[in-house]
């Protein structure tokens, strides 16, 4: 059986070089070697690092009571205070922010010192946002939806800069844009999101309208993999959510036709491969 492999499935590009540096920073010797939170959502990734010396800082309390060590700064990023505070520690920290993010930073940074109030469409509780809220000084606002605009209250002549956290989504963003000029605020759009993870969801939609069963391969505690897992059993009711190959191997696939895979973004290349030999080999 040859199953149809999403080409967007596994690693966005973000992710792929944030291990690369950690395994970069491994392979150097460097010890002990800490990522700020985990480096992705993948608990056997995280725990194939651990077995190699790299620990996981859970918390700022946690990151503040550092005394040596080389801090990775996750894809997701961090806010200014966060580098301002391992300098001031002496801590080696290396820098392993995905440069779609790294980008907002400087946005917000430069119209923060204009005097502009930012303002962020995301989720004020994803570490994303928090890190780019720590560029913003003290002039930030994040909303959702157009009501959180609403209830804004700035001072007339206020000047706006809009960003969007990366995995923001696309028609929400423009309703925020459109409905911002319609309060008549004067506000500059900076479209920030990055179009790899619509672009992966776009594919498993296209792809579970043309099979029979259809594989999510990821962590149960990764969204952008539920999110999949939900927009494949829109179309495919034969869909199934694993971690591993291990997972799949009860399944009782019973005259199984054609069989789709897709994976979310923190997901390695190799549990990709070793699901698709299993589909091809034993179907
Ligand atoms: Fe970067 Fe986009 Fe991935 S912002 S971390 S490439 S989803």
Redesign the pocket.
Known sequence: MKATVAKTAGF????QR?LDIVYEKIGEGKAPIFTYGPIIHNSHVVAELKEKGVRVIGSREELDRLEKGTVIIR??GVSRDVYESLDREGIDRVNAT????ARIHRIVEKASAEGRHILIAGNRDHPEVQGIMGWCGNSCTVVQNTSDLQEIKAASGTKFTLVAQ??FNYSEFKELVEFSKKLGYDVSVANTI????QKRQEEARSISQLVDAMIVIGDMHSSNTQKLYEICKQFCKRTYLIETLDDLKPVNFQSPGRIGITAG?STPKKIIEEVQNYVRNEF
């Open positions: 966005c590009f973000g992710v944030a894809s997701h995905c440069p779609f993010v990366t995995t990055c179009d790899a993870t973004a």
